[in-house]
């Protein structure tokens, strides 16, 4: 009964590729994030989304799109990846869009691009 | 942008120490939150702090929403092998685009 959770965990491609990463939370909140997290650990926030609508893109470029199907999905879709896509992805999710809400972070994905 | 300068960067302990790490800004923040990441796992909030002075316990961890909302502190008492980990801090900025800003984390290692 993982409250968030993301696949795959690990995920090892060539440069130049198409992937995707999915999340989904079974809390019943109504905003879910994506977090990317760099190899010093540094966690940034990329996008929000509250009931399937985009709150916040944090200049993230365009090669990664978000699609949430329903309010417990939020997946993340890469194109084209780069060598500095290679980080540890993270999905969480807070019960509304009220910042100071309590975020749940999914266990991560960490993504490496060779 | 509002930064957050997370310290120390990395700890080694003797299990039975007490530690504190800090976190500092230029910026003010409303709200402070210490979350802790463990291997392999995504963090998982710890403590949130909600105004200015407060200071909150949860078991043997302690935290501190500074004065001057510029600042907050973390300690761990008598620290035992499984509080190893990264600690983050993370501030709730003030103002009209309230953001959730992240520190750089401390590692933390326990020798038992």
């Known amino acids: 009964d993982t409250a968030v959770s993301q696949t795959p965990k690990y995920l090892v491609t060539q440069m130049g590729n198409d992937k995707s990463i999915k999340c989904e939370q079974n809390l019943g909140h109504d905003t879910m994030y994506w977090y990317k997290q760099d190899s010093k650990k540094f966690l940034k926030i990329m996008f929000s989304y509250n009931n399937k609508e985009l709150i916040i893109n944090e200049t993230v470029p365009n090669r990664f799109s978000p699609k949430s199907p329903d309010k417990a999905h939020l997946n993340l879709h890469i194109n084209s990846l780069e060598l500095g896509d290679s980080a540890v992805y993270f999905c969480?999710?807070?019960?509304?869009?009220?910042?100071?809400?309590?975020?749940?972070f999914g266990p991560g994905t960490r993504l490496t691009v060779l | 942008g509002q930064q957050l300068n997370q310290s120390p960067q990395s700890m080694f302990i003797q299990e039975g120490e007490d530690v504190s790490m800090n976190c500092t800004s230029s910026s003010i923040f409303n709200t402070w939150l210490w979350y802790k990441q463990e291997p392999g796992e995504g963090p998982v909030l710890l403590i949130a702090?909600?105004?200015?002075?407060e200071l909150t316990s949860n078991g043997r961890l302690t935290a501190q929403f500074g004065i001057t909302r510029k600042d907050s502190f973390l300690n761990i008492s008598a620290s035992i092998p499984s509080d190893v980990g990264i600690y983050f801090c993370?501030?709730?900025?003030?103002?009209?685009?309230?953001?959730?800003?992240f520190g750089k984390g401390t590692k933390l290692t326990v020798n038992p």
């Open positions: 993370a501030g709730i900025t003030q103002g009209g685009s309230e953001k959730l800003v």
């Open positions: 702090l909600y105004k200015a002075g």
């Open positions: 969480a999710s807070s019960q509304d869009m009220a910042v100071a809400d309590t975020q749940y």
